[in-house]
């Protein structure tokens, strides 16, 4: 079979693996704009079915890691999943975003999307082989476009699958964090430039692609429009900096297709289903969306949170950690993740009340700590369910920082009074020797980064300005805190919430706060392994507010306040609970000069002496388990 893409050529045999038949079909957008889709049916002459929705940027044919596992296939070809939704009773819509694929206009990140598909699950509404029911799903980008669409209150939308994404506030989730920029912006559109229509279309322009090293550049940041290895695509380089540039939240990012918060009234009252994992990005952003549409919707919303990275679902292991045989979402919550889907949607497009709890979440830990065959440690963890988030049956433990490096519950001297001197950790932040990022919520970062758990010790793969391989806790500009070896079990489930006093020498300088499982030593990692859970950051600048920046006083006090994400984990008996503050995570995100100064346009570097003060001014807070379901 021959098809001519940005043509309907009226329906055909889809070939293996698939079966049934597909359309090509031109969308017409409100613009003038024609956006390719093929439309999968189980015949040329296909009956009113609801309607599946896919939107992607990454080509509607292609096959993703992101599609999970699926009869002998790792990651699957679109016919055969789209098969498996045609027998369960349902007709598929994949369609090419605008300026990606065989769809026309000019692809711009995020900021079309809205509109684009209101356009499309009107027009699929309208067709005589829908039944007026239209659901979308879609991993990363493409639960980006779901909640776009929903923004706009698309009438025909009938429910939403959104999985490792769908922004509530970009700003704060998925390009900035904390006001940080996240690299994987510039690695995401450096990868998307060298696979666009134009480039595939411009010898010329894929080789000057191709010659540029992304890694040597990410040595000589700042960028700059023009010098930058996106300079050959000019149009993906806009885009970047637009989003670099504007640091500061404001109308930009209020945008359609990034601010769902806005917004959350705007959308249709459907079944909503928010799946993130513990490695992944987008954590917060599935919270939130999960809690928003759950409180202001009468239908309901459900949440699932895994232990993978970025839509890795049906795998065990995260990084150099395996969190066992109950840990990948095949087998456990479904037979494969084309029936999870759709299970859910015939349960959420029927009648039936629903059955299923609110929400599941995979507590991490529990394992042997042993090295696995795969070379992997032996982490472990169980899947759990329940009515919130996080857990009804959580509590918050308030740990205090110590001078001496540690990190306890215990109560001690009272807090000074605000002004009163302390005691305090001092450390040197230097912009041209930042602490290098080892695993974590990271996606889309490669080649210079990777999300996971992993020991936080440098190694071959570790991206470092420096190269050292010692542990990062032996670095002078990370404090380390943490317990003493547990007496027992202790079980968090939640958000991790640092709250700091501190000072610095400069204007402005970012905090970093990790989460970390320290494993004791044992013949297999006889030094231990340090286990990353989660991590957060916050730019000085925007200590009190992301809209109006303010630079810091060199030498006053301050408390400031560092989120990051949540996460659920069992710190076995023998173990230690740590946390490790610094002012650096690169590549995950830009360096902080010290400067004040726009991150784009800034040439200068400055050390930063910064304070961190303790004994009773700082302290982590933790939602601990008062008890653990059966």
Same mark, same amino acid.
């Given at each position: 079979?021959?098809?001519?893409?940005?043509?309907?050529?009226?329906?055909?045999?889809?070939?293996?693996?698939?079966? @049934?038949? *597909?359309?090509?079909?031109?969308?017409?957008?409100?613009?003038?704009?024609?956006?390719?889709?093929?439309?999968?049916?189980a015949?040329p002459?296909?009956a009113?079915?609801?309607?599946?929705?896919?939107?992607?940027?990454y080509?509607?044919r292609?096959?993703?890691?992101?599609?999970?596992?699926?009869?002998?296939?790792?990651?699957?070809?679109p016919?055969?999943?789209?098969?498996?939704?045609?027998?369960? @009773?349902?007709?598929v819509?994949?369609?090419?975003?605008?300026?990606?694929?065989?769809?026309?206009?000019?692809?711009?990140?995020?900021?079309?999307?809205?509109?684009?598909? &209101?356009?499309?699950?009107?027009?699929?509404?309208?067709?005589?082989?829908?039944?007026?029911?239209?659901?979308?799903?879609?991993?990363?980008?493409?639960?980006?476009?779901?909640?776009?669409?929903?923004?706009?209150?698309?009438?025909?939308?009938?429910?939403?699958?959104?999985?490792?994404?769908?922004?509530?506030?970009?700003?704060?989730?998925g390009?900035?964090?904390?006001?940080?920029?996240?690299?994987?912006?510039?690695?995401?559109?450096?990868?998307?430039?060298?696979?666009?229509?134009?480039?595939?279309?411009?010898?010329?322009?894929?080789?000057?692609?191709?010659?540029e090293?992304?890694?040597?550049?990410?040595?000589?940041?700042?960028?700059?429009?023009?010098?930058?290895?996106? *300079?050959?695509?000019?149009?993906?380089?806009?885009?970047?900096?637009?989003?670099?540039?504007?640091?500061? %939240?404001?109308?930009?990012?209020?945008?359609?297709?990034? &601010?769902?918060? @806005?917004?959350?009234?705007?959308?249709?009252?459907?079944?909503?289903?928010?799946?993130?994992?513990?490695? =992944?990005?987008?954590?917060?952003?599935?919270?939130?969306?999960?809690?928003?549409?759950? /409180?202001?919707?009468?239908?309901?919303? &459900?949440?699932?949170?895994?232990?993978?990275?970025?839509?890795?679902?049906?795998?065990?292991?995260?990084?150099?950690?395996?969190?066992?045989?109950?840990?990948?979402?095949?087998?456990?919550?479904?037979?494969?993740?084309?029936?999870?889907?759709?299970?859910? %949607?015939?349960?959420?497009?029927?009648?039936?009340?629903?059955?299923?709890p609110?929400?599941?979440?995979?507590?991490?830990?529990?394992?042997?700590?042993?090295?696995?065959?795969?070379?992997?440690?032996?982490?472990g963890?169980?899947?759990?369910?329940?009515?919130?988030?996080?857990?009804?049956h959580?509590?918050?433990?308030? %740990?205090?920082?110590?001078?001496?490096?540690?990190?306890?519950?215990?109560?001690?001297?009272?807090?000074?009074?605000?002004?009163?001197?302390? @005691?305090?950790?001092?450390?040197?932040?230097?912009?041209?020797?930042?602490?290098?990022?080892?695993?974590?919520?990271?996606?889309?970062?490669?080649?210079?980064?990777?999300?996971?758990?992993?020991?936080?010790?440098?190694?071959?793969?570790?991206?470092?300005?420096?190269?050292?391989?010692?542990?990062?806790?032996?670095?002078?500009?990370?404090?380390?805190?943490?317990?003493?070896?547990?007496?027992?079990?202790?079980?968090?489930?939640?958000?991790?919430?640092?709250r700091?006093?501190?000072?610095?020498?400069?204007?402005?300088?970012?905090? /970093?706060?990790k989460?970390?499982?320290?494993?004791?030593?044992?013949?297999?990692?006889?030094?231990?392994?340090?286990?990353?859970?989660?991590?957060?950051?916050?730019?000085?600048?925007?200590? =009190?507010?992301?809209?109006?920046?303010?630079?810091?006083?060199?030498?006053?006090?301050?408390?400031?306040?560092?989120?990051?994400?949540?996460?659920?984990?069992?710190?076995?008996?023998?173990?230690?609970?740590?946390?490790?503050?610094?002012?650096?995570? %690169?590549?995950?995100?830009?360096?902080?000069?010290?400067?004040?100064?726009?991150?784009? /346009? =800034?040439?200068?570097?400055?050390?930063? /002496?910064?304070?961190?003060?303790?004994?009773?001014?700082?302290?982590?807070?933790?939602?601990?388990?008062?008890?653990?379901?059966?």
């Amino acid at each position: 079979m021959v098809e001519s893409p940005g043509r309907d050529d009226g329906w055909q045999a889809v070939p293996e693996p698939g079966s @049934g038949w *597909r359309q090509v079909v031109q969308v017409p957008m409100r613009d003038g704009a024609a956006l390719v889709a093929d439309v999968y049916a189980a015949g040329p002459d296909p009956a009113p079915r609801p309607v599946l929705l896919e939107r992607t940027p990454y080509g509607r044919r292609t096959a993703r890691g992101s599609d999970g596992a699926f009869e002998s296939w790792n990651p699957p070809p679109p016919e055969a999943v789209c098969r498996r939704f045609v027998e369960r @009773g349902y007709h598929v819509v994949r369609q090419d975003c605008r300026g990606r694929g065989d769809s026309g206009g000019t692809f711009v990140k995020y900021l079309n999307e809205a509109e684009d598909g &209101y356009d499309t699950v009107e027009w699929i509404a309208a067709q005589p082989w829908c039944d007026g029911r239209v659901a979308t799903m879609g991993v990363s980008y493409a639960a980006h476009a779901q909640s776009a669409l929903a923004s706009l209150g698309t009438p025909s939308l009938s429910a939403m699958f959104l999985d490792s994404g769908g922004f509530a506030s970009a700003y704060e989730t998925g390009v900035r964090l904390g006001g940080a920029f996240e690299l994987k912006q510039a690695t995401w559109a450096f990868a998307r430039a060298r696979t666009s229509a134009v480039t595939l279309g411009d010898p010329v322009r894929g080789a000057a692609l191709e010659s540029e090293s992304i890694e040597e550049w990410f040595r000589h940041l700042p960028w700059r429009r023009g010098h930058s290895p996106l *300079r050959h695509a000019p149009e993906y380089e806009d885009y970047l900096f637009e989003q670099w540039e504007h640091g500061r %939240f404001g109308p930009y990012w209020r945008q359609l297709g990034i &601010y769902g918060r @806005g917004r959350f009234d705007q959308f249709p009252d459907v079944p909503s289903l928010h799946i993130s994992s513990w490695y =992944d990005p987008y954590i917060r952003t599935a919270v939130e969306n999960f809690h928003e549409l759950g /409180t202001r919707k009468t239908s309901p919303a &459900y949440l699932v949170l895994g232990p993978w990275t970025h839509g890795r679902r049906s795998v065990s292991y995260a990084g150099d950690v395996d969190f066992g045989p109950e840990a990948p979402l095949d087998g456990n919550l479904a037979a494969d993740y084309a029936e999870f889907r759709a299970d859910w %949607f015939d349960a959420r497009l029927s009648s039936a009340p629903p059955r299923d709890p609110a929400v599941r979440y995979f507590r991490m830990g529990g394992g042997s700590g042993r090295r696995t065959a795969e070379g992997r440690l032996d982490h472990g963890g169980r899947w759990l369910a329940g009515s919130t988030w996080p857990p009804e049956h959580a509590h918050t433990a308030e %740990f205090r920082l110590t001078a001496d490096g540690g990190l306890t519950v215990e109560p001690g001297e009272l807090t000074p009074e605000p002004g009163a001197l302390a @005691g305090y950790l001092e450390y040197d932040h230097d912009p041209r020797d930042p602490v290098p990022t080892i695993g974590g919520q990271v996606t889309s970062g490669e080649p210079v980064m990777a999300g996971g758990a992993f020991d936080q010790r440098p190694d071959d793969r570790t991206y470092s300005l420096t190269g050292s391989r010692l542990p990062l806790a032996s670095r002078p500009d990370v404090l380390t805190f943490q317990t003493a070896p547990l007496e027992r079990d202790v079980v968090v489930a939640g958000p991790v919430v640092a709250r700091l006093t501190v000072s610095s020498t400069a204007v402005d300088t970012d905090f /970093t706060v990790k989460l970390i499982d320290v494993h004791p030593p044992s013949a297999d990692y006889p030094v231990g392994f340090a286990m990353n859970l989660t991590d957060g950051i916050l730019r000085c600048r925007y200590r =009190d507010s992301f809209e109006s920046p303010s630079p810091l006083e060199p030498g006053r006090l301050y408390d400031v306040t560092v989120h990051a994400p949540d996460t659920a984990n069992l710190f076995a008996r023998g173990h230690r609970i740590r946390v490790d503050i610094s002012s650096s995570n %690169f590549p995950r995100f830009d360096v902080n000069s010290g400067t004040g100064a726009p991150e784009t /346009t =800034d040439r200068r570097r400055v050390v930063a /002496t910064n304070r961190v003060y303790v004994d009773g001014r700082s302290t982590v807070t933790l939602h601990v388990l008062t008890g653990e379901p059966a």
